[in-house]
């Protein structure tokens, strides 16, 4: 007698029913949880599926915007997957999560059929330590269980380290991330990943305050081979923020193979309490 | 016998009339055109304006996603703005633009009430001369009429200078913008500024390709007082790409006011044919 080989707790996390025309149920696991809800990374990943799940579907994810509207609590959910309109190469998406009947998460993607052209990389990765020379994050690093999905490898900016209530000269943080365990990676763990940085005024500030994100965009700059061909290799995450004003700031990230392509660029408006 | 002073021309654009629970009716004016349909920031304008509009919103726009789902073409559109969710102090706001009964334009955007809180601008205008010794675009600088609603003067990156064909080294365009005539801004006209710059492939590959933006997503880091304060001068305006590969392109940009504010950051994939 044999047995199916157990589900990777993010392939967990992000399954979904199909439960009629554009409808998907869902529930929340343990393993992604946050503070008060699920993490956001995972809220965006789980709306991508629906989309991917989509028997409409055309060609592979090129940008996802997730709008956290409200909270989501510990159970199942229901998201509507739905194409607005699909040309010969490109598919625009609508995407709303339920809870209760109330909506807390709408999302918008586009598809987009890609071929090959000239390209280019304007952006250089930063340089950083080998993986295997950077420790991970020390014990106690912070009471969020989903961190511990999460190998997370800090080169700069991983713990605010101003005396508390000063200010950090900048916003910018650096670190290596694979999935725990390893799995390779698919569209989904990159629209996570995005969301793996914690908010950029813990750093400015040195501090903890109540924050979160409001909106997050990710534009995708690779294709599904691509992302397989990288195994389970570490990736190199760098996020900062340009401006905090009136109880929100930005934040724009980008997310790099360690080879040096940038697989995707992220950005998200952030709210928070000071 | 007194007659009131005509519309500026970005209101008579952006003009909208209701037509029943969310919905307004809108369309095309020559002065924003574009090579095949209205320029893009101009559509981003009026549905916020959409919002803007509507008997229940609540607060000022902190963010705003415009998906370019189809082409839009010369005429009347329609507008649905329908809020999908409104907490305490955010409101979050679904938008569709259809033409001839079909989706041409989808979006998203955020509002908020926003309270006074520590602050800073992480980023830093970049320097240039001021605006009345920067020359604006020469004659013909490119043949579409939107252009002549804007006042614009390249500081850098205004042309693709390089041999057509060859790469320039970098992405780059700043330029002092306002409108033209002279218009004190409001929100509608900072989401049109973010689009004014022409995709970033035609200055790395220094010449014309098919391009245009798929998805656009505005951040907004000022509220109407403080706009309403800028009255007639020029702002600055910087946008650059990260990534051009398999057909898409990044484009990332800050507004910022001539006293060094950062007004709102933007971004935006662009796809090319090349």
Same sequence: chains 1, 2.
């Avoid at 605010?160 to 670190?175: C, L, M, Q, R, Y």
């Avoid at 929100?248 to 790099?256: C, E, K, N, R, V």
Wanted: with cysteine; glycine share 8%.
């Amino acid at each position: 007698m044999t047995s199916a080989p157990p589900l990777h707790p993010f392939d967990d996390a992000i399954a979904l029913e199909a439960a009629g025309p554009h409808r998907y149920l869902g529930r929340t696991t343990p393993a992604y949880w946050n503070m008060i809800g699920p993490f956001g990374g995972i809220t965006a990943a789980t709306l991508l599926k629906a989309a991917l799940s989509h028997p409409e579907r055309l060609g592979d994810p090129i940008s996802l915007t997730v709008n956290f509207a409200g909270p989501i609590g510990e159970g199942e959910f229901e998201i509507e997957a739905r194409p607005s309109r699909t040309n010969r190469s490109t598919q625009h998406w609508q995407l709303e999560l339920r809870q209760n009947g109330e909506v807390a998460t709408t999302a918008s993607a586009i598809f987009a059929v890609r071929r090959e052209t000239w390209g280019c990389n304007e952006a250089v990765r930063p340089a950083a330590p080998a993986p295997e020379d950077v420790p991970g994050l020390p014990e106690g690093f912070a009471k969020v269980r989903w961190l511990s999905a999460y190998d997370m490898r800090p080169i700069r900016g991983g713990k605010p380290t101003a005396p508390d209530g000063t200010e950090h000269p900048d916003s910018i943080t650096e670190f290596w991330l694979r999935d725990a365990p390893a799995r390779t990676p698919d569209f989904p763990a990159l629209a996570s990943w995005c969301d793996s940085f914690y908010p950029r005024i813990f750093l400015k500030r040195a501090g903890f305050v109540p924050a979160g994100t409001v909106s997050l965009t990710t534009y995708f700059h690779t294709d599904a081979d691509a992302l397989r061909a990288l195994g389970d290799s570490h990736v190199l995450c760098s996020a900062r923020a340009q401006v905090f004003r009136k109880g929100y700031s930005d934040q724009t990230a980008q997310i790099w193979s360690a080879g040096g392509d940038l697989l995707a660029t992220s950005h998200q408006i952030v709210y928070y309490k000071e």
